[in-house]
Each structure stands twice: as C-alpha cells, then as structure tokens.
C-alpha cells in the first residue's frame, strides 16, 4: 500500500480498522478528539459502529460489557478521561479481558492543559486502579510506530487476554506524517472459537465472567493467575530500541515516545562536537525493558545516565531500580505543555560530562 500522510490521531483509528477493531466507545478531550472525528465518518464505510457516551466513567462499562463478546473493541482519550476509566480498567484485567485503551496525554494533575505530556508514566505502568493488575503499555515515538504498535496492542490484548494501553502525548496525535498500513494483516484470533465469550448459551451451558470472588481461596487462586500471566508477558513481550550506542559512547540516555525523538537530534548534534552519547528508548513500558537497560547501562564505557521526560521524574524511578546503583543517575524534565529541546537536552549533557559549551 502506497504511503499516506495522516495526522496521528486520524492514523491511529484508521490503524485500529486495519487491525479489525471495527467497534469504539468514546467521549471526546483535547488533544484526541480527532480520532473520534475520523471515526465517526470512517466507522459506517466499514460496518463499524462508533458510540458516544455521555462520559468517560460510561465509556469504561461499555467496553467492559462488550470486551467480554470477544470481539476487538477500544477507546481513545487523554488524562483526566483515562483516570475516569480506572474502575472499568480494573474490572476488565481481574475478568482477564482483551481491550485497547489509547491515552493522548496531556499535561496534568486536575485539568491541567491541553498541551503534550508525559506526566503518566505511573498512572499507566503503576496500575492506576485499584487491586493487583496490571497493563501491557506500549509507547510510540512516531506516527508510523503508532500505527505498528495499534495494531500490535490488539494481538497482545487477544494473545493474554489483558487490557493492553496505548501513550503518546499531544504531539505524536496532532503531528502529520506519511504512514503505512499492512496489505495482508491477518487478526490472530477468532472469539468464536474461544470458549470464553458471552454471545448467547443457545445449545451450550451458561458462562460466567467475573472478578468478584467472595471466597477469600478463590480470589486468591485468580491474582495468582493474573500474576502467572504478567511474568509471561515480563518474559516475552519486552521491547526497546538503541541509537548510537556504541563503544565510543559517554553517556547513555534514557527517553520514550517523542521526547527521544528530540533527545536523538541532540545526540546527532552533541556528536559533531565529538561529544558521544546514545539513547535507550523503551518500546515497551510495562513490561519495561529492566535486563537490557542494566546490560547497556553498566558497560564499562558508560560513565553517566541522563533520564529525560516530558515530567517531573515518574520513569526515571524504574531507570534507577534496573541500575541497581552501578552508575549515577541524574534527571531533566519540563512539564506542564513545555517540550525539552535538543539545546537544553545539550546543555544537560555538557554540564553532566563537565564539557564547556564551544562559543
């Protein structure tokens, strides 16, 4: 299929289709409202059906009621509508239910703004609901990886029967660029093959899905079940990508989505100046990355550790615990809409190498 450009939101509902996710709940928020817009035309064109709920907390009981049909179903929204989700979020990982949720971040805590974010790392990786779960985060750096990783978050949702969530923040929804889409991708799974969906017990006996267990033995059999599945997932799933790490490097950089992107012309930069420095960008948040960062982190080459994030410092506390203290670790952030750039991202390195600026 021949190139397309697409603003990233647009690409990411489109990706979504290509997927064979043909069913969305939604409520509008800056800055993802345009996936909402683009689906509300594109939806019927495929026989898709788009729902608008009157609120975020609704949006979260229609995908848990319809996750349990088996049939690939998400969401998109951005902060505060993901924190409205939680208890739903909840429900569907205990019920061990397949859903996509895609949270356009914006800049918080309350309201906050409408400008890009990345103020949650923690919401997202930590569980931000209640009890012992958690969500398979994936976490692209370009519109082209946003559409990769849509359509890879449908395959892992239906693979572990797990909530899967998409973050990226107000940039990558709102930045055009030329995208692809697969030809002969082909949904891994059939729900009316599994012997889990509720679509109606004509012919067979009833089944049940929930995750309230009144019987202390039974609730416990079901989080140690969950957490059978989350060291699969830690063991299998991890995912991450270097730039210009190499023998040569100095100082290796920790980022995620755009920001690594901005963090990797200051690296292109900083090299002119025969200043080498590199960067870990995990692909993967949960599960995050934790034997490869200690692996690249701790070569003998690598003298500091930089951790930067469109934040006040949420990521950099799972850098520190997979460095286990055998280098020093030093943050920079900005928050609050305001985007690091490669000139500061420089200057940090400069003064953590003890390099003086060339005038």
């Not at 949904?187 to 109606?200: C, E, F, M, R, Y």
Request: charged share 25%.
């Amino acid at each position: 299929m021949a190139k397309k450009l697409m603003k990233g939101n647009e690409a990411i509902g489109e990706a979504a289709i290509a997927a064979g996710a043909v069913n969305y709940f939604a409520y509008p928020i800056t800055p993802q409202s345009e996936v909402a817009e683009y689906l509300c035309w594109r939806l019927p064109e495929v026989g898709g059906v788009f729902v608008q709920a009157e609120s975020e907390v609704a949006v979260g009981n229609m995908l848990l009621g319809a996750a349990a049909t088996g049939k690939r179903i998400f969401t998109t929204s951005s902060s505060p509508g993901i924190s409205l989700m939680q208890e739903a979020l909840s429900y569907m990982a205990g019920d061990h239910l397949p859903v996509v949720i895609v949270n356009i971040m914006r800049g918080g805590p309350g309201l906050g703004g409408i400008l890009p974010a990345q103020s949650d790392y923690n919401q997202a990786v930590k569980g931000g609901g209640h009890g012992d779960y958690r969500v398979i985060v994936l976490a692209p750096s370009s519109v082209q990886e946003a559409v990769d990783l849509t359509i890879l978050a449908f395959d892992l949702a239906d693979k572990y029967l797990n909530p899967v969530m998409i973050i990226g923040d107000g940039m990558i929804g709102q930045m055009m660029e030329s995208v692809e889409f697969p030809e002969k991708y082909r949904a891994q799974n059939n729900p009316d093959d599994a012997d889990w969906t509720l679509t109606g017990a004509d012919g067979r006996e009833a089944r049940i899905t929930r995750s309230l267990f009144l019987n202390p033995e039974k609730l416990e059999d079901n989080s140690f079940l969950l957490d059978k599945k989350y060291k699969k997932i830690r063991k299998n799933e991890r995912r991450y990508e270097l730039y210009k790490m190499s023998e040569k490097t100095r100082l290796m950089i920790v980022s995620y989505g755009t920001m690594a992107r901005i963090c990797q012309t200051a690296i292109d930069e900083l090299e002119k100046e025969g200043i080498h420095v590199g960067l870990f960008r995990p692909i993967t948040l949960f599960p995050y990355p934790e034997q490869e960062i200690y692996a690249e982190g701790t070569k003998k080459n690598i003298k500091k550790i930089l951790t930067i994030e469109m934040s006040t410092g949420q990521m950099v506390e799972d850098v520190e615990r997979c460095i286990k203290g055998k280098k020093p670790i030093e943050f920079f952030g900005r928050t609050g809409g305001i985007v690091p750039t490669p000139n500061e991202v420089k200057d940090k390195v400069r003064q953590m190498l003890r390099i003086k600026k060339k005038k």
